[in-house]
């Protein structure tokens, strides 16, 4: 088998047996979340369905005993790991729908808003970080500089408002609050990829520069080869092996911190999911949007392994003359 083979098969089942692991932990730390939060949960799922005006200690009970929320702990929480284990989800305790389809609806969202953020993020910061690195100290890098430290000063939720309050309330080109067409997700995902562009600049101004100084940069320069080519050639594929692991780590980020934008504009998301879950306490749709975040973490890293794996070959040669 082949050095690159055998990484390959590594990180695939190292990636798939911390899945597990995260999928486990995550169930059972929800629950129990769930379990130890104040109030009657039947009470307020009850209410979830019907409405708190029709809602009294005889619904409450009724669906209490429907649940099985009066049974104990460990066995609520072997049959959600039983269920889990045959890849059944549940359903919603307030809307009776199944929760792989609440959950896919959702996730389509935050997967939308995500990636937009990321483009958003990359070309602005990696142009701002790569026009940078032309002349470290000129007066594009002081710029850069000032930009980074404004973008990363300001919290998400004050960027979003001011986006909405210039953009939206001002000059009317865009909705403040949505979910559904192209127009809503480009605020949530200004406020994010903004934000994000300010390291995005700095990450990749520094890994430019850094490359830019390698011999092999100044010997491509010496056989007359023109700088936009060196550039294209050598310098942003060798930077792309220090900054696609800053970008995976930066997804992972924006998928934690999606639960505040998508409140803020209202857009469909897992964050917006995983609060009203949390309000209405139920519990499966609530297990299984937190069991989908953790497993999309693992997923971005187990991309971001293959990607430099496939961008930076030395790790593969080393291995294969040990």
């Known amino acids: 088998m082949s050095s690159r083979a055998t990484a390959l098969g590594r990180i695939l ?4 047996a911390q899945g597990l692991g995260v999928a486990v932990l995550v169930s059972v730390l929800c629950f129990l979340v769930v379990r130890n939060l104040p109030g009657d949960a039947a009470f307020r799922i009850a209410a979830g369905r019907y409405g708190y005006d029709l809602v009294d200690q005889e619904t409450a009970a009724d ?3 429907e649940l099985g929320l009066d049974q104990p702990a460990w066995r609520q929480l072997l049959a959600w790991l039983g269920d889990l284990a045959q890849l059944d989800l549940g359903r919603s305790l307030v809307t009776s729908r199944p929760v792989v389809e609440e959950v896919g609806y ?3 969202g935050t997967l939308q808003l995500t990636a937009a953020a990321l ?3 990359t070309l602005l910061g990696g142009t701002i970080g790569v026009l940078a690195a032309r002349r470290p100290g000129g007066t594009l890098d002081r710029l850069a500089t000032a930009w980074v ?3 990363r000063a300001a919290p998400p939720f004050l960027l979003g408002l001011l986006l909405v309050v210039v953009l939206s309330a001002q000059l009317g080109l865009l909705p403040a609050v949505g979910h559904g067409d192209a127009a809503s997700l480009v605020l949530p995902a200004l406020t994010l990829g903004i934000g994000l562009s300010g390291l995005v600049a700095r990450v990749t101004r520094d890994a430019v520069v850094e490359v830019r100084a390698a011999d092999f940069v100044r010997f491509a320069q010496t056989k007359g080869m023109a700088d936009r080519w060196v550039l294209l050639r050598h310098v942003v594929r060798n930077a792309a092996v220090v900054l696609v692991p800053y970008l ?7 998928v934690e911190g999606v639960v505040v934008v998508e409140s803020l504009f209202a857009w469909q998301g897992l964050g ?3 609060v009203h879950a949390v309000f209405w306490r139920d519990v499966p749709v609530l297990q299984a949007s937190a069991l989908v975040l953790a497993l999309l973490i693992v997923t971005v890293n187990t991309v971001v392994d293959l990607l430099v794996l496939w961008l930076d070959p030395r790790p593969r040669r080393l291995e294969a003359r040990a």
Request: net charge positive; no cysteine; glycine share 4%.
């Open 149 to 151: 430290a404004a973008v």
């Open 63 to 65: 669906v209490r005993a």
């Open 272 to 274: 917006h999911a995983l």
């Open 13 to 16: 089942v190292h990636r798939a």
């Open 248 to 254: 995976g780590i930066q997804a992972v980020i924006l």
């Open 119 to 121: 483009v958003v993020a």
């Open 106 to 108: 959702f996730l389509l």
